[in-house]
């Protein structure tokens, strides 16, 4: 019988298809290998892998500076000078900006001139004959008053410049020239020896910010993932965590889990809990603000562990067995064995087998089915060659064959 050129070229194709699903199936189930079983179809079997088991929990978060310090000046006035950019990295006492000094110098003039003259007036009452106690006693306690608004007067025109808290990464500055300075952050302030009052913050060092400048703390970087509820009662303070970049193919950090938050936040009904993962240190090119994979690590097994995929293990009435291929008579025996960690790559068996055993993980059985063409019908098996062509003159192309390649 004459077969179409169309027929041909589709036979030609369902070739190669076959083809590529047997090699998938030898990829997806590496390192397991499958071996014919004529009676029950194809079996599977692979070997007992040693190694390091481990079982993880997965979030993700952005990266974040391990603290964000908010800096502003301790005192009101007309900005004179910024002296940084965002971008640049600061030391610590670093000068940031400047205020103008007039209005602050002819203060320190004033308070330090009542200082002269309390200090006169002391002389005087002292000098008197018969000089009363108290008028002199006032006259030393006006002195004091005096010296102490002086030294205030003083402290604010030194605090007219305002340097870096902390050495770190600008990564905001509100200031410009001519504009009217803050008197504190809105973070939260507290006057310091810079002649600032700075604010830390632990959020996201895209927030806003309230100072004249905003340093980021990049001796170290930390993401902050939301993690469960019913996930979270298995993190703890100190477990080890590896961190992934999805901006960046290949690069990983290691880190550990060190802090979760006590309460839960809700969204959508979703209950989390913030958790954070600092990392040990800082990969080359990782930036603040980008995506980061976090799998924090909450079982993990001793390096020489013996571990097999789930798919061998059968588990009934409380015991655990597994079919254990014999190397030299291809004979399948069922070994009782001994279970551990629950890992995301496999299983750990702590007693029952020994390393690189071959095992069964599993069977796939062949099954025949029939398919109807336009006018010719076909049997497909379970990894059997396509059918040959429906008859004549309806054009229709036969059903897959069966295992053996029968045509349809």
Not at 58 to 64: F, L, P, Q, V
Not at 153 to 180: F, Q, R
Not at 366 to 392: E, I, N, Q
């Amino acid at each position: 019988m004459k077969i179409s050129r169309r027929v041909l070229i589709n036979g030609g194709l369902a070739v190669v298809i076959v083809a590529a699903l047997a090699l998938a199936g030898i990829v997806i189930f590496k390192p397991f290998s499958a071996t014919s079983a004529p009676a029950t179809g194809m079996q599977l079997t692979g070997t007992v892998q040693q190694g390091i088991v481990s079982s993880t929990i997965t979030a993700s978060g952005a990266i974040a500076a391990a603290r964000d310090v908010s800096a502003d000046f301790a005192v009101s006035g007309t900005i004179a000078s910024v002296d940084v950019a965002v971008g640049q990295t600061v030391t610590a006492g670093q000068m940031l900006g400047t205020l103008d000094t007039t209005d602050l110098q002819s203060t320190v003039n004033t308070d330090y001139a009542a200082y002269v003259y309390a200090s006169q007036d002391l002389t005087a009452a002292a000098a008197q004959p018969n000089a009363q106690v108290s008028f002199i006693n006032q006259a030393k306690q006006s002195l004091a008053q005096a010296k102490g608004t002086w030294m205030t007067a003083k402290e604010n025109l030194a605090k007219a410049t305002l340097t870096a808290p902390i050495a770190g990464l600008l990564i905001a500055v509100s200031g410009e020239v001519g504009a009217s300075s803050g008197s504190s952050s809105g973070s939260g302030s507290g006057s310091s020896s810079s002649g600032a009052s700075t604010g830390s913050t632990s959020g996201s060092t895209s927030s806003s910010s309230s100072g004249f400048v905003t340093i980021a703390d990049v001796s170290s970087y930390k993401v902050t993932a939301n993690i469960a509820e019913a996930d979270i009662s298995n993190v703890t303070v100190g477990q080890a965590a590896t961190v992934s970049f999805p901006a960046l193919t290949g690069v990983t950090a290691t880190a550990k889990v060190t802090a979760v938050s006590p309460t839960a936040t809700s969204s959508n009904s979703v209950v989390t809990y913030a958790t954070t993962i600092t990392l040990d240190a800082i990969p080359d090119k990782v930036r603040l603000g980008q995506t980061a994979s976090v799998a924090i690590t909450i079982n993990s097994s001793a390096a020489d562990a013996l571990y097999v995929p789930a798919a061998a293990i059968t588990t009934a009435n409380g015991r655990s067995t597994v079919k254990v291929v014999d190397s030299k008579t291809g004979k399948t025996t069922v070994t009782t064995v001994t279970l551990g960690i629950v890992g995301d790559d496999g299983t750990e068996v702590k007693t029952g087998l020994t390393a690189s055993e071959t095992i069964v993980i599993g069977t796939v059985t062949a099954s025949t089915t029939t398919t109807t063409g336009t006018t010719g019908t076909g049997t497909r098996g379970g990894f059997g060659g396509f059918g040959g062509a429906g008859t004549f003159p309806g054009g229709g192309t036969g059903g897959f064959g069966n295992r053996n390649g029968a045509n349809g």
